[in-house]
């Protein structure tokens, strides 16, 4: 399968975004050995450093506005069911640009997949801090530190409704090429956070070394153990950062109940 294209990759050197794009397109190549083709997926992208992502695939894609790649996968869902239908957002992009249609997806259980790239940082525009910048984040918005206290975006979609919840690093490529795949199969919307270093203005590989470990998984479906998880790390520091899925079950999406009612 040929997911390359002839797009120069303008990624900053040893960037983890590199690893994101080499693990998803052996993602792409499982699926389809396993009977999805590669024209049965489509993804779309915003603004920011992950959005170069649609310059350097070879699949249907839409290039969409800050923080409005959302609504524009699910319009491609709610048109094609039977498409797989991935959103590549970034930190800024969707926590702070698009926060709205974040919430009301996993509120609608909308079936498609949400694959956040999140670097702490706004780093295409050289590094104003986002919601998921640490209290004392030192960037060109925030040279003496900002003041506010990171936001958990797990919980907000938790909250939200969303029925597949997980969160990988970058650093551990089987990992996330297993969450990866588990989020594109799960039926109803999926929330993937990646956590993805930004190595020239937010390089914290060796905080999530030091702490990221994996989740066993017991449960999916407790309410319970799914919060207790997705609080245990705050985005602060020193405490232990779990990875794997939080929380998984299955409920009719917003396709299903609206083909259901109009057709």
Known sequence: MNLETKTKITWCPG???FLILKTFKEVVEELEKEGIKKEEI???AGIGCHGKIFDYLNLSSFYGLHGRTIPLAQGIKLANPKLKVISFVGDGDCYNEGIEHLIFAAKRNADIKVFVFDNRNFALTVSQFTATSPKGFKGASTPFGSIEEPLNPLELVFSAGATFIARTFTHETLHMKEMMKN???HHGFAFLEILQPCITFFNNISFYKERCYL????N???TKDALEKIREWDYKDGKK???GIFYKVQKPTFEDEFYKKNC
């Open 15 to 17: 960037c983890p975004n």
């Open 42 to 44: 489509v993804f779309t």
């Open 183 to 185: 989020a594109i199969l």
């Open 215 to 218: 989740l066993k998984n017991e």
């Open 220 to 222: 999916l479906e407790s």
């Open 241 to 243: 950062i779990p990875l």
